[in-house]
């Protein structure tokens, strides 16, 4: 008898040897997880050049191509409006209102539900991306007193879901760019030294309530994937594999997290043709997953933004699905 969706999913991540690749490629029909989200405004209405999210950051984008944008207006760029600032407060029921009726549909599959923007990210739209980096190094209390406010609301929240839901959820799922395409943002030992307890605060709290703990960090951030195992993140979302070493980051990592990924959304898929793709595809399975699982085959959303088209994403999917290691 086959494994529910459900069950092919925990067994990667736990590495119990599931009887199939597990998908998350909705955008074709495949997708052994499914998606639960509380109110976060997130980038907003994509139709709209200009958006505001919960915490008074503003979203800008181009009128001619509709796509998430990137803050243009940071709410606390100067810190001295500080004490004026409407901090959102995970307690509104308005965060949670018509929840429980997303459950429908979610029967035999892996339930998530995730947050937007965790912390660092959340850090810089609110003060600015050079103001963050700048402030770690010349005025860290100040970064501190940023970070707790902003892992106060996320616990919050996650104590919210979780009192509400209980038993209903499997995996908690967020975002948090980490990387260029040459290193972390900050040292790996700065980042353990401010960065690491607070994600491990964060992690506890997910996992307190019986959840996976998922991550997606783009670029090259090999250098805190053992600090994150460490603390217990479970699934490693992972959407440029070259700009990490495919082989190199399988010889540290496989076994050790699940990873999420795909054929290089950067090179591969939008530049290189199908025996490439076929190629990256088997490379992965072969350096990433172990006989026991360890594999998540994830889309990238939006195609359009990276020059993908639906057809080249049938090829990726095609190889993937050719070099299942557990079928």
């Excluded at 919210?160 to 972390?184: C, L, M």
């Excluded at 950067?266 to 490439?276: I, K, M």
Aim: a negative charge.
């Amino acid at each position: 008898m086959a494994m529910s969706s459900y069950e092919v999913v925990r067994r990667a991540i736990e590495f119990e040897t599931p009887d199939r690749l597990p998908m998350r490629f909705g955008g074709l029909g495949l997708d052994d997880t499914y998606g639960v989200g509380w109110n976060q405004t997130g980038t907003g209405d994509r139709r709209l050049t200009e958006t505001l999210d919960e915490w008074g950051c503003l979203w800008a984008r181009s009128p001619d191509q509709p796509n998430m944008g990137q803050v243009k207006g940071h709410p606390l760029a100067d810190l001295s409006a500080w004490d004026a600032y409407a901090w959102p407060d995970a307690d509104d029921p308005k965060f949670y209102e018509g929840m429980e009726a997303r459950f429908e549909g979610s029967d035999g599959k892996y339930v998530t539900t995730g947050f937007f923007m965790l912390l660092f990210e959340r850090m810089h739209s609110l003060h600015g991306f050079e103001n963050v980096l700048s402030g770690l190094y010349l005025d860290t209390p100040r970064m501190e007193e940023l970070a707790d406010r902003i892992m106060e609301f996320g616990l919050g929240v996650i104590e919210n879901i979780g009192r509400r839901f209980p038993g209903q959820i499997h995996g908690f799922s967020f975002t948090d760019d980490w990387g260029t395409e040459r290193a972390t943002f900050v040292r790996p030992d700065h980042w353990d030294q401010f960065f690491r307890p607070r994600y491990k605060r964060l992690f506890d709290a997910m996992r307190a309530h019986g959840w996976h703990v998922w991550m997606h960090s783009c670029g090259k951030v090999d250098g805190i994937i053992d600090s994150l195992i460490d603390i217990g993140c479970d699934v490693i979302n992972l959407q440029q594999p070259r700009a990490l070493g495919i082989k190199d980051s399988g010889e540290r990592f496989a076994g050790r997290i699940c990873f999420e990924s795909l054929c290089d959304i950067q090179h591969t898929l939008p530049f290189e043709d199908a025996a490439a793709i076929r190629e990256e595809a088997r490379l992965l399975l072969e350096c990433w997953s172990m006989p026991q699982g360890g594999f998540i085959l994830s889309d990238y959303g939006d195609g359009a933004a990276i020059g993908v088209a639906p057809e080249k994403k049938q090829i990726m999917l095609d190889a993937f699905m050719e070099f299942d290691p557990y079928r």
